[in-house]
């Protein structure tokens, strides 16, 4: 089973110049807490979650959601996979770098879709899903936060 085959495709985006307010109603829109950020040659920039959001808010307080911009909130290093990625691959990821979603990037850097941990939840149990105890370790390890001395490599 690959992040293709169970990536969403109908993924709201928005520009770096979109203001907050217009981001934060995609994501309303499509019930979910992430968007990504697309510019203008189609290669994404940067995502946002809601957390990003609420973080962009609280260091700009005079400005508010119409005078903040996406690009202000944005999350720029992006961590994706491919399409041809296994969903064990893609759970490895999520697990290294603490993310519940992946953009799925072509080899052109153009966002092809978007695959959470949601979609491997719930995913029916079919040859080449990884089985829940797989699952369950990588939600522990999404869920953990390192340690300073791990952050800061001296561990």
């Not at 979109?18 to 290669?43: H, K, S």
């Not at 850097?109 to 941990?117: A, D, H, N, T």
């Amino acid at each position: 089973m690959t992040a293709r085959e169970l990536m969403k495709t109908d993924i709201g985006a928005c520009a770096p110049d979109d203001e907050l307010v217009t981001v934060l109603l995609l994501m309303r829109e499509r019930n979910c807490g992430w968007a990504p950020v697309v510019d203008r040659r189609g290669q994404l920039a940067g995502v946002i979650t809601d957390r990003d959001a609420a973080m962009a808010l609280l260091n700009h307080p005079n400005r508010g959601a119409a005078r903040v911009l996406a690009e202000d909130a944005m999350t720029r290093q992006v961590v994706a996979c491919a399409p041809s990625d296994t969903v064990r691959a893609v759970l490895s990821i999520m697990a290294m770098h603490h993310v519940r979603r992946l953009p799925v990037m072509d080899a052109e850097g153009r966002l092809q879709g978007v695959i959470s941990l949601d979609d491997i939840v719930c995913a029916p149990q079919r040859r080449g899903m990884p089985d829940a105890e797989v699952i369950v370790e990588a939600l522990r390890a999404i869920v953990s936060r390192p340690t300073v001395a791990e952050a800061h490599g001296t561990r």
